[in-house]
């Protein structure tokens, strides 16, 4: 069929007409979040990358640059007029692409994102001197209520071999920033797959040591610790083998932030803590509140078959206002909550400058906290400290001569990474707060496991003055005493506990009193169940973990 020249425009004029619809109904944000997050993007498409070309399946894993460039280039287009780019259905190899502000990258649903580089998506991290990272988001295509798993776009971490350093999406001095619809094909990696970290400049923390070794000593903190994330908003995000000691998000610092529904099977759900807490850790030499956790909520935060849902460990960060709500599960998960004490060095009179002990204060669990085992024999992952709990019902040592086992931990059997170990599910909500550098745990352990019990636990904080630091103190004296010890919590519990029917959680674990430890060796005293009745202890790891 021949078209004259005005059938023609009109013709080209309808083409355009439906392309503009085609590319408003991609265009959808996660929405607002009121003081989490901003939509700032407008709906329009600037381009659009298909499985073709330069990023078809074969070309984007052979040359994966040249569709890498492809879509930086488009992002870099859209981020000039804060527009949209959407990625089509499909498979593709990528390097390490850096987000521009003021752009939204929408991916279709069930597209695989393969990873040929260590990070996937990064933004914010300059080195401790460039511009903020603003207005950020990175989710699906479609319309963002009720989505399932289905609804999501993946990234595979594409490698056969585990405990890699694989961070699928990093974020450091960003502010208003959006990851959603996201599931993760980990392989054990050994970094949190979604990383939230400050911008420093890779300096130590401490920048002086003016006072000499006086406890008293005048230290400058490095302030580019302090180029932290603020203001996200992550939700409807889910992860497969998560690596022990790993999660599916970990921010090392973070304030106003939000996750929501967020999954994963083995490893950690969401964990708070702070850097490593060795004595190398520069992020915890830099004082007590530069970079630590302000302003956080975790919403329907679930785990299988891992360690914890939720893991809160303060090292040397005074963090503040971290709320807990909705539905907290664990399902054949060690614990569902976990709140450990800081392992950091303590700033004495020592070499250790500028570490302090660290706390949660104003921090609330609140909500359901829901503890299914469907199976008692279940290998959940589980960590050294974790183990200070174990063991389980019905593993006991009842020799009338009523001497005690020891328990090595590192006979147990290895977790999907191999360099942790696998236990059984111990408890829903485990506080743990050490109160002194050499000793595990004290009276100050709570834990939470009645299945009818609706908590209203609370554990202090020790008075100080008004507006004053507990790291600071009044007087050298409570300076140190301050910068020594810990059991400073004060995490406030009234969440619905359920605990599964099928365990008697009267047997499971000890008080943290009850236990020495001697290196690789865990020697657990006679008292099982927090008594010192019956005695006993288990024999061996191998006696733990087949009965």
């Given amino acids: 069929m021949k078209f004259t020249h005005t059938q023609k425009k009109k013709v080209t004029f309808c083409t355009l007409l439906l392309s503009a619809s085609i590319s408003s109904a991609y265009a959808d944000s996660i929405g607002n979040k009121a003081g989490y997050f901003t939509n700032t993007i407008t709906n329009t498409v600037e381009a659009t ?5 330069q990023c078809g399946t074969s070309n984007s894993a052979s040359t994966p640059g040249q569709c890498t460039n492809k879509i930086i280039n488009a992002l870099n287009a859209a981020s000039a007029v804060s527009g949209v780019v959407v990625i089509k259905k499909g498979t593709y190899t990528l390097n390490r692409i850096v ?26 991290k300059s080195g ?51 990851i959603s619809r996201l599931h993760q094909k980990d392989n054990f990696s050994q970094t949190p797959n979604i990383f939230l970290v400050a911008d420093d400049n890779g300096q130590p923390g401490v920048k002086t040591d003016a006072g000499g070794t006086n406890i008293n000593r005048n230290v400058v903190f490095n302030s580019s610790y302090a180029r932290i994330p603020k203001k996200g ?15 599916v998000i970990q921010p090392f610092s973070g304030e106003d932030l939000y996750f929501k529904n967020i999954s994963g099977e083995r490893g950690i759900t969401v964990r708070i803590e702070p850097g490593s807490g060795l004595v190398t850790d520069r992020l915890n030499r830099a004082g007590p509140r530069i970079g630590a956790y302000r302003n956080i909520i975790l919403e329907d935060i679930s785990n299988t078959g891992g360690f914890a849902a939720i893991f809160l460990k303060p090292h040397t960060k005074i963090n503040e206002n971290i709320e807990i709500k909705g539905t907290t599960e664990g399902k054949n998960s060690t614990f569902v909550i976990w709140a450990d004490s800081g392992s950091a060095p303590v700033w004495a009179d020592t ?55 020891n328990f090595q931990l590192f006979k147990l059997p290895r977790d999907g990474s191999g360099a942790r170990w696998l236990g059984q599910p111990i408890a829903p909500i485990a506080v743990v707060s050490s109160y002194s550098q050499s000793d595990v745990g004290n009276d100050l352990v709570k834990r939470y496991d009645n299945p009818l019990l609706t908590v209203d636990g609370d554990i202090e904080a020790p008075a100080q003055a008004s507006g004053q630091d507990l790291d600071e103190g009044s007087n050298n004296t409570l300076r140190k005493r301050y910068r020594k010890f810990g059991g400073r919590y004060n995490i406030k519990i009234n969440a619905a506990i359920q605990a599964d029917a099928t ?6 674990g000890l008080n943290a009193g009850d236990i020495t430890r001697n290196r690789s060796t865990i020697y657990r005293e006679n008292a099982i169940d927090g008594t010192n009745q019956n005695g006993g202890s288990i024999k061996s790891a191998t006696d733990f973990i087949t009965k």
């Fill in 49 to 53: 990358i298909t499985n073709t070309g």
């Fill in 99 to 124: 987000m521009p502000s003021n752009v939204r990258l929408e991916i279709e649903p069930d597209t695989i994102l393969k990873m040929n580089q260590n990070i996937l998506f990064d933004f914010g």
């Fill in 128 to 178: 401790g001197n460039g511009a903020k990272a603003e207005n950020i988001e990175i989710t699906t295509t479609g319309a963002k209520t009720n989505a399932t798993r289905n609804d999501r776009f993946i990234i595979d971490v594409n490698t056969n071999t585990i405990f890699q350093d694989k961070r699928m999406v990093r974020v450091g001095y960003a502010e208003n920033f959006s």
């Fill in 233 to 247: 908003y992550l939700a409807d995000i889910s992860g497969e083998k998560i690596a022990t000691g790993y999660a």
């Fill in 351 to 405: 070499d250790d400058i500028g570490f302090t002990r660290g706390y949660f204060t104003d921090t609330k669990i609140g909500g359901t906290v829901k503890h299914i085992v469907s199976n008692k024999n279940f290998k959940s992952d589980i960590t050294k400290a974790g183990s200070y709990f174990l063991p389980r019902e019905g593993i006991r040592d009842t020799a009338s001569n009523g001497s005690n086992g």
């Fill in 503 to 508: 365990l008697d959680y009267s047997l499971l």
